[in-house]
Each structure stands twice: as C-alpha cells, then as structure tokens.
C-alpha cells in the first residue's frame, strides 16, 4: 500500500506541476505495482473459468486423474494452460502471490497466497520427480519466509527428505528425469541446480549433514562435467549411474547439443549465486562471475539484455525471446550485488537495465495473455512447444527481482530464508 500511495502521490505532483519527479524516484517506485495487481486479479477470474472448462492440453491431466490447481502458460486456441500440482510449474503461481504480498503490503494477496500454496502439498512424497525446489520452495518456501508457519516448514523439509532419494552416490548427483530412457540412462540437467535450495532448507531446520553433502556434492560434480572452457554449459549430461562415467552431452530446449540454452546459462548463474550464499565458499562465487561473464559479454545478448532462447541463435527480430531467462538473470544479479566483488555496482546496474526492459517491452496488455503479466517467452524451441508465449516462471522470476530492488532499495540487503 505504501508503494502505492507514493506511485499516486508522484503522479499527482507531476500533473500538478508538469515536472518529471517519477525520474528522481527510485527503480522500484516506477515499478507497475497496479498493473500488477489488476492483471492478477484478473487472472484469478481467468483460473476460475479455466477449471470450469479446461483446455485442450488439460487432458493430461485427466488421464492423470490430477486435478488442475494453477497456471502455467497459453495454448495455441488461446486459452489458459492449468497444470496440476504435479507439473514443475505448479509452485511459481502461489509464489507470485507471496511477492504481490510482500510488493504491496497488502494482507488480501497472502491469503490468496496460502489457498494456492496449499494445492501444492501433495507433491511432498513425490519421488517421481527432481523439480521439487521448484514447486515447492517458491510457493511453501516464500511463504515460509513471510509467515514462519510450522505447517509449511515441516512440508518443506519433508519434500526434501522425498528429494534424497533421487540422489545417487556413484554419481555424485540427483537424478533429473525419469522419462525419455531411449535418449538417456541418467539425465542430470542444469536446471537441477535450484533444487540445491531445499536441501540447504532442510539442512537448517533438521542439522542433517547429508542435505548438505547432497547439494555441495552435486553443485561439483556439475561444476565439472557441465560446464565449456567459455562457461558456458550443456543442458543435460547423461551418466553411466554405476560408474559415475559421462555418456553424452547433449540438450533438451536448446538449439543444439553444443549451443547455450539461455534459461540454462540462467539457471547455471542463478544456482552457483545460490551455493555462495548457502556456503560462503569463494570457489562458487568465482565459477558465478565467470558464468555472468559469459552471459552479459555476449555478442548475441541484445542491446535490451532481455536473450533470444539461445545464445547461439541467429539474432534477427524473427528470433524468440526468452523473457523468462532475462527475469531469472535479472533476479540473480540482483543477489550477485550483495556479495563482495568488484563488479557488484555492474550487476546491480544490468539487473536494473534488465527489468526496465521487460517493463518497457515486454509486459501484456490489461486484461490480455489471461492475466499473465509478460509475453514473449520461450518453453521449448526444437519441440516447437510454449515459444514466444507468457509463462508463469517468467512473472514469478520478475516479481522476485522487484521484490529483491525493493528490499535493496529498503534495507540494504536481500532476506532469504535463513532460519
Ligand atoms: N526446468 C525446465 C525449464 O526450464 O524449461
């Protein structure tokens, strides 16, 4: 609220002497606080009607006998994609939610945060999956940060213990998918690397060394087999799971098997940003530098700082972005500040570049994309699958960068869930 009144009273003196005072306001004062409510709220009339009426897609979740509980993106016939609590996606909803909370101090959107948080429960014994930071840490895990409520801590620390069991010691590494055996024995992808959160959650609240040992086990072994002399990396790395040998290099949502996948190079970022904080280890916070690097130096990153879906695609303004790699980068860079390098002034400021962009460019008309607050992201490209549409992870890593500018701006510092 407080963040809206002063967007109302910096608009009020504008009018009223025609001079430009939002200019001399901070990042996050300029930040669409009330586009970002009204679409939201739009977009839970949009989720009320979509479980009335399915999409198309939602026929997976059927079969699944699944139910649908939030939004992930837009099918081709236009209408709203619902996942069930199942999907890797499913968590990032309720965690929009818990940032519109802490962005506007409004009481209203944590309530409504709960409600979807809660959908989210059941995957806490679901092996069946590496994603489980993902659903689980964004939508239990914010909330836990804003509300310390035992229920949440004890779900979080469960889906970890759940997470363990896909952690395999000859490999050094958790496990990624189970699916597509024809094309992998033992897929670990880049990705997995913001599931290391949860286990450092776990980690703190149970004083269980083996959380620990799994994340810092498997942030090395990536380390050494995931990564390109540049530091750049692959997508996926496929294991012998006996031997701990690498099979193949190989990629997934990339352009090909040796490119650099955007989202990934920004999960790659994001989750060694991540490892510095959980250990103060210096080795990680190099390794990060030298991945942001790779990233902001590249010839191919466009003047706006927002990546086409690859970095070795053919820039050209046919070329899909991916909105969602720029927010995530965004988000990281923003921690990336806080740590002591000579180049935290820099980060902060591409961080900053990079939210004006999306803000400028990239986010949907009211009432337009079902609510979704930014377009033009990329899901999968060589499937031909969410390219150039809103997706949810793309809202929720833009949302978490404003919230972290604002603490910033605030406090000086980023909280994190450190009890
Ligand atoms: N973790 C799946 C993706 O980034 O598309």
Known sequence: MIYLFKLRKNILIALVFCVPVIQASTREDKAPLIFIENQTSFML??????????????????????????????????????????????????????????????????????????????????????????????SFGNGYRINQNENYKNIIVQSAYTLTKRFNPKTGLILSWDHSRDKWVNPVIIDNMMNLELLFFAFRHTN?????????????????????????????????????????????QGLNDSSSWSRGQGWALYGYVLMYRETKDMKYLKFAENIASFILNHKNLPADKIPYFDFDAVAGKSTPRD?????????????????????????????????????????????????????????????????????VYADYYYLEALVRSKMLNEKGKIEFNTK
């Open 45 to 138: 009339s949009c989720i009320d009607s979509a479980i009335l009426k399915p999409a198309s897609w939602d026929k997976y979740a059927n079969a699944t006998k699944h139910k649908l509980v939030t939004p992930r993106s837009i099918e081709d016939n236009g209408l709203l994609r619902l996942v069930p609590s199942s999907d890797w996606c499913s968590g990032f909803f309720p965690g929009n939610l818990w940032y519109i909370s802490e962005l506007t101090g409004d009481k209203k959107w944590e309530k409504l945060a709960d409600k979807f948080t809660l959908k989210i429960e059941p995957e806490k014994t679901n092996a069946a999956t590496h994603d489980m930071g993902f659903k689980i840490l964004c």
């Open 208 to 252: 269980d060394s083996m959380f620990y040992k799994i994340a810092v086990s498997h942030a090395d072994v990536t380390m050494k087999n995931h990564f390109r002399k540049d530091y750049s990396c692959y997508h996926v790395v496929d294991y012998n799971p006996e031997t701990g040998e690498v099979l193949k290099k190989t990629t997934h």
């Open 323 to 391: 909105a969602s790699a720029g927010a995530l980068i965004a988000s990281a860079l923003y921690e990336f500040s806080t740590y002591s390098t000579s180049k935290a002034n820099y980060y902060r400021t591409m961080a900053d570049i990079m939210i004006q962009s999306l803000e400028k460019s990239y986010l949907s008309g009211y009432k337009s994309n079902k609510g979704f607050l930014l377009g033009h992201s990329t899901g999968s490209y060589p499937s031909n699958s969410e390219v150039d549409v809103p997706l």
